[in-house]
Each structure stands twice: as C-alpha cells, then as structure tokens.
Nanobody
Framework: QVQLVESGGGLVQAGGSLRLSCAASGRTFRTYAMGWFRQPPGKEREFVAA????????YYADSVKGRFTISRQNDENTGYLQMNTLKPEDTAVYFCGVGPWATSSAKDYSYWGQGTQVTVSS
C-alpha cells in the first residue's frame, strides 16, 4: 500500500506560479506511474499530467500543455507538478495518484492523496 500526501497549494494571482509536491510513503513509489488530476468547483475530476515509473515520456492535458511540468525524484519518493502562467480556470483541488500505467484515466490509479487547493485570482 502507498500513502500519498500533496502539498504546495495556495492562493496566487493570475500569471503566477506554484509547485505542488506529492510525497509517497514506503519504497515502492518507483514501481508506480504517477498522475496529477484536478477537480474544479462543481465539476468532475479531470486529468492534468502523468509520468511513467522511469520518468520519461510525460503526458499533459491540452489545457495545461506548455505551462505545467510533471516530474519525479524516485530516490526521494516524491513527485512534482510545476505550474506556471496560472489562470483563474486552473482553480481546483489537485490530487496525485499512483498506478501501474501513466494514463489520463483516473480509474487506472490505485492510490490517491487527499488533495491540495489551488486558487488563482484574476
């Protein structure tokens, strides 16, 4: 079993940046792909970015491509989401998940963190 804890959320003005972290317990983090998803107010959870176990071949939602960067440090059991040029529509609770494959479907992720709130003001 893997426990995940997200951090780094907060309130930022449009155009600003935030870096989210996803800290994993145990030594099995490196055996999982990792994904970031978000849930805007009143909406369904949506895919943001994913990265495979090895760290190569990252994937992004079109809405964040060129602005967000997903990465991971397996020796630190931590994943990251660097978010630049933030927009008000990026406001959401952000979740990290781990699973066998780096996909855009939340159903493919076995473990989730509790989420961290990101609010972007205009």
């Amino acid at each position: 079993q893997v426990q995940l804890v997200e951090s780094g959320g907060g309130l930022v003005q449009a155009g600003g940046s935030l870096r989210l972290s996803c800290a994993a317990s145990g030594r099995t983090f490196r055996t999982y792909a990792m994904g970031w998803f978000r849930q805007p107010p009143g909406k369904e959870r949506e895919f943001v970015a994913a990265i495979p176990r090895s760290g190569g071949g990252t994937y992004y939602a079109d809405s964040v491509k060129g602005r967000f960067t997903i990465s991971r440090q397996n020796d630190e059991n931590t994943g990251y989401l660097q978010m630049n040029t933030l927009k008000p529509e990026d406001t959401a609770v952000y979740f990290c998940g781990v699973g066998p494959w780096a996909t855009s479907s939340a159903k493919d992720y076995s473990y989730w963190g509790q989420g961290t709130q990101v609010t972007v003001s205009s």
